[in-house]
């Protein structure tokens, strides 16, 4: 398996704009995690899921945030609009279920909002 | 509320020396410590995990000690190498949950 699939590696917008995030987990994962992580406030998780259904959004910053997983194989993360402060590098990650169960982590997607 | 406390920010440590990395957690519910390593421009890896049955797990030159009373757990490191500089996260969620609480992270350099 090739691991957890993130797109853009890098992604560079004005302040205002939309972006969307993707990623592809690994096949057979039954959870998908999205964090943001920055110098300040680390990793934090942002949204996860489980067989599809969001479970916990509470690290969802604000509104402008939202998150859908429409299949098992594809989620996205779109921040609508885009501020400077959004600028993070947002990481998905995957895990099967089990308690206590690895994630394994993509390899990010760099944000640069301007 | 931060629940899991990590020092220290930035670690420099020779070539064959020993390093080592602390965290502290607040919830006692939390049974399971993994730790994480993360390179530059890449996700973070898990390295090494314990539960609180037991008090150290040893994997190669990787270690966690685990004190549960104090609710402290910490990384060694032996032999490190400058292959190992990269940063460290510790994380803790109780086997229920899903979602890992993560430490601010140790910036670890191994001097060749």
């Known amino acids: 398996d090739a691991g957890v699939i993130q797109s853009p590696r890098h992604e560079v917008t004005e302040m205002g704009q939309e972006v969307t995030l993707r990623c592809k987990p690994i096949?057979?994962?039954?959870?998908l995690f999205w964090y943001r992580q920055t110098m300040m406030r680390g990793l934090e998780l942002l949204i996860y899921?489980?067989?599809?259904?969001?479970?916990?959004d509470s690290g969802m910053p604000e509104d402008r945030f939202s998150a859908k997983m429409p299949n098992a194989s594809f989620s996205t993360l779109k921040i609508q609009p885009s501020e400077p402060r959004d600028s993070a590098v947002y990481f998905c990650a995957s895990s099967p279920t089990g308690l206590n169960t690895e994630a394994f982590f993509g390899q990010g997607t760099r944000l640069t909002v301007v | 509320q931060q629940q899991v406390k990590q020092s220290p920010q930035s670690l420099i440590v020779q070539k064959g020396g020993i390093s080592i990395i602390n965290c502290a957690y607040e919830?006692?519910?939390?049974?399971?410590f993994p730790w994480y390593q993360q390179f530059p421009g890449k996700g973070p890896a898990l390295l090494i995990a314990?539960?609180?049955?037991?008090s150290e797990k040893k994997e190669g030159r990787f270690t966690i000690s685990f004190n549960k009373s104090a609710k402290q757990f910490s990384l060694h490191i032996m032999d490190s190498q400058p292959g190992d500089s990269a940063t460290y996260f510790c994380a803790a969620n109780r086997g229920s949950a899903r979602q890992l609480t993560f430490g601010s992270g140790t910036q670890l350099t191994v001097l060749p």
């Open positions: 096949s057979g994962h039954d959870y």
């Open positions: 899921f489980n067989n599809n259904v969001p479970i916990d």
């Open positions: 919830n006692t519910a939390f049974d399971y």
């Open positions: 314990i539960r609180p049955d037991v």
